[in-house]
């Protein structure tokens, strides 16, 4: 008998052990798939497509599924068409508490719109990112940094490209990474390159070249920039040229080369070879060049043509030099990073002044607290009285339905308006209708919180005269039930739809249903002008 009960009891419990088992290695497998992420990218995508989204019944879970599978595309390489699945990352950590998936979160959202080109997107992502990283010397704090300085170079925000980069390269060091030392290095040189300023831009050029832990391709650009800066500002066409056979010899695809070839048309054009130089502009167009590239190749090809006696070409020319000018300009416009630069400045610059004021306000802690007590108790004393209220009311309701035991039929009616005055009086104490008449007077859609809040009050309150209701109609539902205490409390039509989520339409087909459904005495009961007034 008693190995028959053990044997029950098992079955009986078994479904649940499954179910604990089921969401630990749910967790489990997710923590594993996150500790082979950074070594073994492709291994940890193909398990996360293993895993069902739609069985992650838990919020954090789901998360934290959304976070690693975005993180585990993006180092396969794989860009995605929407930002939906990162945003549920987002969602769920916010930007109010510092955690590391949080800060991964934005961080992955911003290398999302990195590769959409979206600079401005990207900019705010990393920057909501930063602050929430617990460790500065996190490579991924670092490497949000570096981000930032690209993405404001690339809208010729010079000062503040370089003050990120400059942070990024502090980290590098410190965490003796030093390929992303270079990295910033570099970028920083082609601010310094872009304003002119070639001493600095070479200086740094040459740190890249004496960095062991360079990439053979970031080498291979600074030849690039290298021969820019020996044209431009040397006049060296000679060791220009030397240093853009280096940058060619290290590419074997001719359709990156577009930038090498618009700069040999401007050493052809420094050198009076107008010929050369109009047909390395022209062969830079078959290649794969940024904007700015072809930009520059149309405004010289229309400078060349009329000398070459191709006079005609020059209305083409201009036409798309004019056409690529506005967009360059487009795509440098500063006004969003700069309001985004800005709020973050400004974000900081009072996080500073807090810490500062908390400093100061320390000698003042003793009277806040006190003050704070005492504020406790005045508010611990009202919700006292309240609910000696609240119970004297309950009460009365016991009182009322004692009566109505023995109570004759011609006085029901009396009786179930004394309830519903109490009913609405036990709302009244209750701690949603300051909310639900707060919106009444000055009316704002309530919240889902707000609307759970209010009808599980009402329907606590109104329980009693409900289920007098529905003894005498049972056919009456739930949500008319609630229609008649909104009723009762003189609610607005607006406040009531928004809180049983109706239109106004269904609202006035729900009424006119009631009356038909109630008999006359319990539709007035609700419905008259001279219900019960809930501020008496």
């Known amino acids: 008998m008693r190995s028959a009960l053990h044997r029950i009891l098992f079955l009986l419990l078994l479904p649940a052990l499954f179910s604990c088992a089921g969401t630990d290695s749910r967790d489990h497998t997710l923590s594993e798939i996150a500790q082979i992420l950074e070594s073994n990218p492709g291994e940890a995508l193909s398990r996360l497509k293993g895993i069902d989204s739609s069985s992650l019944k838990e919020e954090r879970d789901l998360a934290y599924y959304a976070l690693l599978r975005t993180q585990a595309e993006y180092k396969c390489y794989i860009t995605p068409q929407t930002d939906s699945l990162i945003r549920i990352a987002t969602a769920y950590y916010g930007e109010k508490k510092k955690s590391l998936q949080a800060a991964m979160s934005w961080y992955s959202l911003g290398c999302l719109y990195s590769e959409w080109q979206d600079d401005a997107r990207a900019v705010d992502a990393y920057l909501k990112a930063k602050p929430l990283f617990p460790d500065t010397l996190n490579r991924y704090y670092i490497l949000c940094n570096q981000n930032l300085g690209i993405h404001y170079l690339n809208r010729r925000m010079y000062a503040p490209s370089l003050q990120a980069l400059a942070d990024c390269r502090a980290g590098a060091l410190q965490i003796n990474d030093s390929a992303t030392v270079s990295f910033a290095d570099y970028h920083s040189a082609l601010n310094y390159l872009y304003q ?161 004021t908390t400093r100061i306000l320390l000698s003042a802690v003793g009277a806040t607290l006190l003050a704070a007590l005492l504020l406790g108790l005045v508010l611990l004393l009202r919700d006292r009285k309240r609910k000696v209220r609240y119970m004297k009311l309950q009460e009365e309701l016991q009182q009322s339905r004692r009566e109505s035991l023995n109570l004759p039929d011609k006085d029901v009616s009396e009786l179930r308006r004394r309830k519903l005055d109490i009913c609405c009086r036990m709302f009244r ?52 039930l609630m229609l008649c205490a909104f009723t009762a409390l003189r609610c607005p039509s607006g406040v009531i739809a928004d809180c049983l989520i109706l239109s106004p339409t269904t609202l006035r087909t729900r009424k006119f249903r009631l009356k038909e459904k109630l008999p006359q005495e319990l539709f007035e009961l609700f419905f008259e002008e001279n219900t019960p007034d809930t501020n008496s």
């Open 196 to 356: 002119s300023e070639y001493a600095e831009a070479e200086k740094l050029l040459k740190k890249v070249l004496d960095n062991p832990r360079s990439s053979a391709l970031a080498c291979n650009t600074v030849y690039l920039q290298l021969a820019k800066i020996e044209l431009y500002k040397n006049k060296d066409c000679t060791k220009a040229l030397y240093y853009l056979r280096l940058n060619e010899a290290g590419k074997r695809d001719t359709t990156a080369l577009g930038a090498n070839y618009s700069l040999r048309g401007d050493i052809c054009y420094e050198l009076q070879q107008p010929d050369s130089a109009y047909y390395w502009y022209r062969r830079s167009l078959t290649c794969q060049s940024e904007l700015f590239t072809d930009c520059w190749n149309y405004h010289q090809l229309a400078e060349l043509a009329p000398r070459l006696g191709l006079a005609d070409s020059v209305p083409v020319y201009v036409n798309r030099y004019t056409l690529l000018a506005d967009s360059v300009r487009a795509v440098e416009r500063q006004s969003e990073l700069s309001t985004l630069y800005s709020h973050h400045q400004i974000k900081e610059s009072r996080n500073a002044l807090h810490r500062k």
């Open 429 to 480: 104490n209750t701690p949603s209708a300051r909310l639900l008449f707060g919106h009444s007077a000055n009316y704002t859609p309530l919240t889902a919180a707000e609307r759970s809040a209010v009808m599980k009050d009402i329907n606590d309150s109104f329980i009693d005269i409900m289920l007098d209701v529905k003894n005498e109609v049972p056919q009456v539902s739930e949500q008319e």
